[in-house]
């Protein structure tokens, strides 16, 4: 069974103060790994799919990096508009599509 | 707009009654995925449509939930006998096939008293 772990459950980062987001996972071969942004009360919203170990992805001021193992997700000088819980998931090669999430990092940005 | 629409966004129901829950996808997206958001929870996965193919249902929690999807379009989720536990947010998403990229819905909140 494919398991998502995400760490740490909440981040409080001042305005301009750059972190990372941690994402690890087990599975039996990775099809994709995907991050998602949740603002509260809506539903997920699509940022990035990552295939494979040293690939990259960059948007605005996030970045999603991938190993074999995890994935980070950086923030970089971060806005209060970026306050959210993200999400990471993956989805494996066994021959279902479903994806499976992790629990979530939410993060808060002060101005 | 052309986004995912689902409905209720809300529900308030006894325990023991049956709920109906739609949703419908962005048109021409072939496949259709049903999650369930507890709260504090990931998003637990509980049944995927892909075009014609037989569905896969091994997140459905117990034989009081089901699902159809008709004319590869409106999906509708039924939870039968609720109870307390079945409390959560039910979010729809549909994407153009198996790629992981989703488009979500609001969700319809379910709560059973």
């Known amino acids: 069974e494919d398991q998502v772990t995400q760490s740490p459950e909440a981040l409080r980062l001042q305005e301009g103060e750059s972190s990372s987001l941690n994402c690890s996972y087990t599975?039996?071969?990775?099809?994709?790994l995907f991050w998602y942004r949740q603002d509260p009360g809506k539903g997920p919203e699509f940022l990035f799919t990552l295939y494979s170990a040293g690939e990259e992805k960059e948007k605005e001021r996030l970045k999603a990096t991938l190993t074999k193992k995890e994935s980070f997700l950086h923030i970089t000088a971060p806005k209060p508009e970026d306050s959210a819980t993200y999400l990471c998931a993956v989805q494996g090669q066994d021959g279902d599509y479903k994806l499976s999430f992790g629990a979530g990092t939410t993060v808060t940005v002060r101005a | 707009g052309a986004g995912v629409s689902q409905s209720p966004s809300n529900k308030v129901t006894e325990k023991g009654k049956d709920v109906e829950l739609r949703c419908d996808p962005i048109s021409g997206h072939t496949a259709l995925y049903w999650y369930r958001q507890s709260l504090g929870q990931g998003l637990e996965f509980l049944i995927y449509f892909q075009g014609n193919s037989a569905p896969d249902k091994s997140g459905l929690p117990s034989d009081r939930f089901s699902a159809e999807r008709t004319g590869g379009s409106v999906s509708t989720l039924t939870i039968q006998r609720t109870q307390q536990e079945d409390s959560a947010v039910y979010l729809c998403a549909s994407s153009k096939g198996p790629t992981g990229e989703l488009f979500f819905g609001e969700g319809s909140r379910l709560t059973v008293l």
């Open positions: 599975v039996s071969g990775l099809r994709g």
